[in-house]
T-cell receptor, first 115, second 115 residues
Framework: DAKTTQPPSMDCAEGRAANLPCNHS???????VYWYRQIHSQGPQYIIH???NNETNEMASLIITEDRKSSTLILPHATLRDTAVYYC????????????????FGKGTRLSVIA | GAVVSQHPSWVICKSGTSVKIECRSL??????MFWYRQFPKQSLMLMAT?????????EQGVEKDKFLINHASLTLSTLTVTSAHPEDSSFYIC???????????FGQGTRLTVV
């Protein structure tokens, strides 16, 4: 799986948009970008994933650059409950891969939402 | 998303005893389960991958005789930490995928403290 680079930490004011960047310059054509987050002392939570088009769901939006070498996770109106470590992971989607490849976690970005 | 339940959420045990952690997929059949370990302020580290009905595949450096994994059914996998020592104190997290659930979902984690 391609390696990702994320800033170690970020702050965001409550109610503002949180934009979390991720660099994945070695991504392959069949690899998706996944985002998970881990709130303190809990298991990781799936947020969103995408291949090349921008994606949006009830939690966040994912913006992927045209060359797919980087992406940004956007939490449109951050709340205190969004304080967590956010992981950007690049991997082949399980829709296309019948094996048992686990998610490999980097160090992620520690987002602190400040009141 | 799919629900993965992990039990117990925390446990304290004496050094030398064994501890069993359960991971259940509540609304889907988990053909594959992953076990991770997370030390304070570090990222998740994969310990092993298990497929229902077959032996688990352990990551390098993880002792299979110490961390016994059983995946006897499509909804349950167990991790037993045998002869636990204080250095085994950690946050253990399971993840499951299978059937129509293409993405991996995580349990809430188990905090093990060995005294």
């Amino acid at each position: 799986d391609a390696k990702t680079t994320q800033p170690p930490s970020m702050d965001c004011a409550e109610g503002r948009a949180a934009n979390l960047p991720c660099n994945h310059s070695t991504i392959s054509g069949n690899e998706y970008v996944y985002w998970y987050r881990q709130i303190h002392s809990q298991g990781p939570q799936y947020i969103i994933h995408g291949l090349k088009n921008n994606e949006t769901n009830e939690m966040a939006s994912l913006i992927i650059t045209e060359d797919r070498k980087s992406s940004t996770l956007i939490l449109p109106h951050a709340t205190l409950r969004d304080t967590a470590v956010y992981y950007c992971i690049v991997r082949v989607s399980t829709f296309f891969y019948s094996g048992n490849t686990p998610l490999v976690f980097g160090k992620g970005t520690r987002l602190s939402v400040i009141a | 998303g799919a629900v993965v339940s992990q039990h117990p959420s925390w446990v304290i045990c004496k050094s030398g005893t064994s501890v069993k952690i359960e991971c259940r997929s509540l609304d889907f059949q988990a053909t594959t389960m992953f076990w991770y370990r997370q030390f304070p302020k570090q990222s998740l580290m994969l310990m092993a991958t298990s497929n229902e009905g077959s032996k688990a595949t352990y990551e390098q450096g993880v002792e299979k005789d110490k961390f016994l994994i059983n995946h006897a059914s499509l909804t349950l996998s167990t991790l037993t930490v045998t002869s636990a020592h204080p250095e085994d104190s950690s946050f253990y997290i399971c993840s499951a995928r299978g059937g129509e659930v293409a993405e991996a979902f995580f349990g809430q984690g188990t905090r093990l403290t060995v005294v």
